[in-house]
């Protein structure tokens, strides 16, 4: 049976709207439509309740990167949302925070991270939680995200994202330690799978360890297509295989990039158009259950001509949703529901890290 819950039916449409986050029991402004579903959660239904509902639907976005940004202020009406690296902003000086709270005063924003290290033996550093709660409540985000592994040991920093290995202990660990992030933020957590080059031997595939970490918190599933097509080359799986076994309901938004064709294997490195295997797997996705919101990525070798760009933004919103895009129409608000895990007495959302 599906987990997708309706809600009404027909999407709540407006590009300006306010619903209640039921993380947090508040009301927040968004772009783009709210969702005509709720984003269900198997976890949630035993306990009556989940994160994931009522989230915006935010449409077609694109990562924010310092080299797009006059091209990307000169095309405001274009994009539906942007998202941002994390540590460019965490604790970067007063005026580049300044300049951020200008861009979320113009756009929808919501951050995304690289170098939580959510699958690191330590627990994550309570200085970084922090900082990442002020940051999401500054930019008023209904969800923050961050890569499935681990970037750091105790002793070394590795810079690049590395699989965790694939046992169900592992997968409950890494749940516990993401739901204790989730509710010192105080909004969703996106747990992104990540591309990786060496596929150690373990009990688990990828997409069971995923769902197993799902089966466990109640986070969302920010699923990056372009590193699904990456792997399934490079290890030789079936991408609809994966699909198949992970919770699709509690997928929120896709990752959409290019990547380089290596002699001996594909390389995720967002430095090319989105390719047509990536966009197919896009509207498998979409076929199979509703998602919220797109982004479009790129690092590196960025396009002359910006259009090349909002071109994937367009071929994306119209994979979300074929009819008419979103206008500026007024919509109702959606009644609160009560969060998952109450805040203790005395905390206040999107502020506090937990003592680890």
Same mark, same amino acid.
């Given at each position: 049976?599906?987990?997708?819950?309706?809600?009404?039916?027909?999407?709540?449409?407006?590009?300006?709207?306010?619903?209640?986050?039921?993380?947090?029991?508040?009301?927040?402004?968004?772009?783009?439509?709210?969702?005509?579903?709720?984003?269900?959660?198997?976890?949630? /239904?035993?306990?009556?309740?989940?994160?994931?509902?009522?989230?915006?639907?935010?449409?077609?976005?694109?990562?924010?990167?310092?080299?797009?940004?006059?091209?990307?202020?000169?095309?405001?009406?274009?994009?539906?949302?942007?998202?941002?690296?994390?540590?460019?902003?965490?604790?970067?000086?007063?005026?580049?925070?300044?300049?951020?709270?200008?861009?979320?005063?113009?756009?929808?924003?919501?951050?995304?991270?690289?170098?939580?290290?959510?699958?690191?033996?330590?627990?994550?550093?309570?200085?970084?939680? %922090?900082?990442?709660?002020?940051?999401?409540?500054?930019?008023?985000?209904?969800?923050?995200?961050?890569?499935?592994?681990?970037?750091?040991?105790?002793?070394?920093?590795?810079?690049?994202?590395?699989?965790?290995?694939?046992?169900? /202990?592992?997968?409950?660990?890494?749940?516990?330690?993401?739901?204790?992030?989730?509710?010192?933020?105080?909004?969703?957590?996106?747990?992104?799978?990540?591309?990786?080059?060496?596929?150690?031997?373990?009990?688990?595939?990828?997409?069971?360890?995923?769902?197993?970490?799902?089966?466990?918190?109640?986070?969302?599933?920010?699923?990056?297509?372009?590193?699904?097509?990456?792997?399934?080359?490079?290890?030789?799986?079936?991408?609809?295989?994966?699909?198949?076994?992970?919770?699709?309901?509690?997928?929120?938004?896709?990752?959409?990039?290019?990547?380089?064709?290596?002699?001996?294997?594909?390389?995720?490195?967002?430095?090319?158009?989105?390719?047509?295997? +990536?966009?197919?797997?896009?509207?498998?996705?979409?076929?199979? %259950?509703?998602?919220?919101?797109?982004?479009?990525?790129?690092?590196?070798?960025?396009?002359?001509?910006?259009?090349?760009?909002?071109?994937?933004?367009?071929?994306?919103?119209?994979?979300?949703?074929?009819?008419?895009?979103?206008?500026?129409?007024?919509?109702?608000? +959606?009644?609160?529901?009560?969060?998952?895990?109450?805040?203790?007495?005395?905390?206040?959302?999107?502020?506090?890290?937990?003592?680890?």
């Amino acid at each position: 049976m599906s987990s997708i819950l309706p809600i009404e039916d027909r999407p709540i449409k407006g590009r300006d709207v306010e619903v209640v986050l039921p993380s947090v029991g508040r009301r927040v402004r968004c772009g783009g439509e709210t969702s005509g579903h709720v984003v269900g959660c198997r976890r949630a /239904e035993r306990s009556g309740d989940c994160v994931l509902a009522e989230l915006p639907r935010w449409g077609s976005g694109l990562g924010y990167r310092p080299e797009l940004a006059d091209a990307i202020d000169a095309h405001a009406d274009r994009v539906d949302w942007l998202e941002v690296i994390t540590e460019h902003y965490l604790f970067a000086p007063a005026d580049e925070r300044e300049r951020l709270r200008g861009l979320a005063r113009r756009f929808p924003v919501a951050p995304f991270g690289r170098q939580l290290s959510i699958g690191s033996e330590p627990e994550p550093d309570p200085a970084y939680v %922090t900082a990442l709660a002020e940051l999401v409540s500054d930019l008023d985000a209904p969800w923050f995200g961050d890569r499935l592994c681990f970037t750091r040991t105790e002793q070394v920093a590795l810079g690049l994202p590395a699989p965790l290995p694939r046992t169900r /202990e592992v997968a409950r660990r890494v749940a516990a330690r993401a739901q204790r992030v989730q509710d010192a933020v105080g909004r969703p957590f996106l747990l992104e799978n990540i591309a990786y080059y060496v596929d150690l031997a373990s009990p688990l595939t990828e997409a069971q360890f995923i769902a197993e970490v799902l089966e466990h918190c109640d986070c969302g599933l920010l699923l990056d297509l372009a590193g699904l097509d990456v792997n399934a080359r490079n290890h030789g799986f079936d991408p609809l295989g994966f699909l198949d076994a992970v919770p699709l309901d509690r997928v929120v938004l896709a990752h959409l990039a290019g990547g380089a064709d290596g002699a001996e294997m594909a390389v995720d490195d967002h430095g090319a158009p989105v390719p047509p295997r +990536v966009w197919e797997l896009l509207a498998e996705l979409v076929s199979r %259950t509703p998602i919220l919101a797109t982004a479009v990525e790129r690092d590196r070798g960025f396009p002359a001509d910006f259009g090349e760009l909002l071109a994937e933004v367009d071929r994306a919103r119209a994979a979300l949703n074929p009819e008419v895009r979103p206008g500026p129409v007024p919509a109702p608000s +959606v009644s609160p529901r009560p969060r998952s895990r109450p805040l203790p007495a005395g905390r206040t959302p999107a502020r506090n890290a937990p003592s680890w």
